[in-house]
Nanobody, 125 residues
């Protein structure tokens, strides 16, 4: 019974920043790779960022590289996504997901074992 709960979404102007959080419970958080995905209106769910179990390795989609930063605090069972320089193309529901293969950060949707319900990020022009 692993539960992931995202928070921090909202409305922001282009060029602004948001920090998303994902709080985990019911599992061994520190052994999981953690990932962020997003689903924009009319599009398929897409990979955003991943972080290995220890936080020592990260991987980003090219579309967010240099703008977004994924991090984790295993003592708090929480993973974060700092989003800077947002643009309207970043508008999406952002989902937190856990992969029990803790060192795997390749960003494949079908690798994920647990999902949160998402938090909406809307970036206005």
């Amino acid at each position: 019974q692993v539960q992931l709960v995202e928070s921090g979404g909202g409305l922001v102007q282009a060029g602004g920043s948001l920090r998303l959080s994902c709080a985990a419970s019911g599992g061994t958080f520190s052994s999981y790779a953690m990932n962020w995905f997003r689903q924009a209106p009319g599009k398929e769910r897409a990979f955003v960022a991943a972080i290995s179990w220890s936080g020592s390795n990260t991987y980003y989609a090219n579309s967010v590289k240099g703008r977004f930063t994924i991090s984790r605090d295993n003592a708090k069972n929480t993973v974060y996504l700092q989003m800077n320089s947002l643009n309207p193309e970043d508008t999406a529901v952002y989902y937190c997901a856990a992969d029990r293969s803790g060192g795997r950060i390749r960003g494949y949707l079908y690798d994920m074992d647990y999902w949160g319900n998402g938090t909406l990020v809307t970036v206005s022009s």
